[in-house]
């Protein structure tokens, strides 16, 4: 406005820094890339390093008429050796039993089912399934919470349990699963694409789908990991029938929040940090009044006081 400075000379001054700051941010990006590659090879190269998992055990035996029975014989595990969260824990599990394991956040129940599945070794006592790692984990269905949905179609996602399985046979394990009635309202049925986020389907229908995927596999042992967790309790009740139908006729381990669905169960194992510290069923760990009454009832409690 005083004249002292003309327009152009403003520009060519914010010109001037610009192309002097540039460089200086353009460094600052490739070191901070720099450093990301260096974190991430180290975790590369460390897996790379890892010796290849024992697949075999000293006697083993084949898959055929393989039963679910599963001896844990004083089983001590810690993530790192010198910090041991699981002690000396013992149960017999009879095949076609359904075993509940309870307890707070964190007191160890996904690293029960990861040691079954031997995705980590235990580092003293045993866990009794003689057959090798593969044809373990071909005889058993897990459900996460997070469900597996690939990019394609439902008929190939279901499928995905048995490559070899016909149309009839996805079908019926549909049915199993109450999925069959929400697959015919969608678009193409069971050639309706998933997307590759597999945002066109619901949470619900996704875990509808893994159990129906489960029942066509028809794993001898079934390992459900708060299978119903992330769902509404309308969505949850269906999804409760398919697993039961799932269930019959299996050794199943369940880990549940929600205690009032696992009250059925066979045997209850009740951890808390790291250690089991109650089991038995359901009216026995009542009458015993103790940790796991204690949870049980502060549910109810809490589902009361919501209600009113």
Known sequence: IKKTIEVGDIQSFIQYVRNFTQPIQQV??????????????????????????????????????????????????GYNPEKIIINDFSANVKEGQKIAIVGP???????????????????????????????????????????????????????YGKLDATEEEVIQAAKAAHVHRFVQTLPGGYQMEINEEATNISQGQKQLLTIARA???????????????????RTEVRIQKAMDNLMKGRTSFVIAH?????RDAD???????????????????????????????SQFESTDQTCA
């Open 105 to 159: 956040t964190g007191a160890g129940k996904t690293t029960m089912i990861k040691l079954l599945m031997r995705f980590y070794d235990v580092n003293s006592g045993s866990i009794k399934i003689e057959v090798t790692i593969h044809s373990l984990r071909e005889q058993m269905g897990i459900m996460m919470q997070d469900s597996f949905i690939f990019s394609g179609t439902i008929m190939d996602n279901i499928r």
């Open 215 to 233: 029942i066509l596999a028809d794993p001898k042992i079934l390992i459900l990991d708060e299978a119903t967790s992330s769902v509404d309790t």
């Open 28 to 77: 600052a990006q490739v070191t901070n890339m720099l450093q990301l590659a260096a974190a991430s090879s180290e975790r590369v190269f460390e897996f790379l390093e890892e010796k290849e998992e024992d697949q075999t055990v000293e006697h083993p035996v084949s898959v055929e008429g393989l039963h679910g029975n599963v001896q844990f014989e004083n089983v001590h595990f």
């Open 258 to 262: 929600r205690l009032s669905t696992i």
């Open 267 to 297: 045997l209850i194992l009740v951890m808390k940090d790291g250690d089991i510290i109650e089991q038995g069923t359901h009216t026995q760990l009542l009458a015993q009044n103790g940790f796991y009454a204690e949870l049980y009832n």
